[in-house]
């Protein structure tokens, strides 16, 4: 008995065996072969020619999505003071120390983006268990532990579809760029501004091929090749 859904394998049918498909064409028959009643998520799935075992041979930052992510996003920001009055200024949904730190202990974790300013870090570590599994916890290479005069540009990055990318165990780096709903020109702007950024990451220690495949999906869909040198060559004009 197969594992996959009859709709699952209607989908596989539509990509052709053996084909690398230009970004373009992929994200349309992305959004082709969706299926599910809801709006899927369409995602990029990226192997590395990293070795995550190295600390030379890591990859992690941020990529601003011009078409944004299809979604409202709630943005915390650890602060105190006149730090914490610029970020409700600013547009943050909420913003504290203590009383929001204490929340969070206790399980409420109401909001997509945590934002922190340095001085909050040493007790916001205390949330590593809460935040850390969720990947909340702010952090300086990711963007979002910025000093109190630069909150407003966090969290307006924030609002505009800000996503993380980071290499995992398997040396593949997994991150969205949508919703099955948006049009392909936006998915395509999109994925032109992570695939930018991850080529300007390439860190100091990569050797041999740095991106050996890249692969886009949606939610319940199957995965569909992209061609790699077309896809590395993408930026944002």
């Not at 610029?86 to 945590?114: M, V």
């Not at 392909?184 to 050996?212: D, R």
């Amino acid at each position: 008995m197969s594992k996959y859904g009859k709709k699952h394998i209607e989908a596989l049918k539509e990509i052709e065996q053996g084909k690398f498909y230009e970004p373009k064409e992929a994200l349309e028959l992305c959004k082709k072969v969706a299926s599910a009643k809801f709006d899927e998520t369409v995602e990029m799935h990226i192997r590395m020619g990293l070795d995550p075992r190295q600390a030379n041979q890591q990859v992690r930052g941020v990529a601003l999505l011009p078409a944004g992510l299809g979604k409202s996003v709630k943005v915390l920001v650890f602060a105190q003071g006149d730090a914490e009055k610029a970020a409700l200024a600013a547009g943050a949904d909420y913003a504290g120390s203590d009383e929001l730190i204490s929340k969070i202990s206790e399980g409420w974790l109401d909001f997509d983006i945590a934002i922190a300013t340095p001085d909050m870090m040493g007790r916001v570590g205390k949330l590593g268990k809460q935040l850390g599994r969720k990947g909340l916890m702010p952090n300086p290479k990711s963007g979002t532990v910025v000093a109190a005069n630069d909150l407003q540009r966090a969290i307006e990055d924030a609002r505009k579809g800000r996503v993380e990318y980071k290499l995992d165990r398997q040396a593949i780096i997994h991150v969205i760029v949508g919703k099955v709903s948006f049009d392909t020109e936006k998915l395509f702007v999109n994925m032109s501004a992570v695939m930018e950024a991850i080529v300007h990451a390439k860190p100091a220690g990569a050797k041999g091929q740095y991106i050996k495949s890249v692969y886009v999906k949606s939610t319940m869909g199957p995965g569909i090749p992209v061609d790699t040198r077309l896809a590395s060559d993408l930026t944002v004009a």
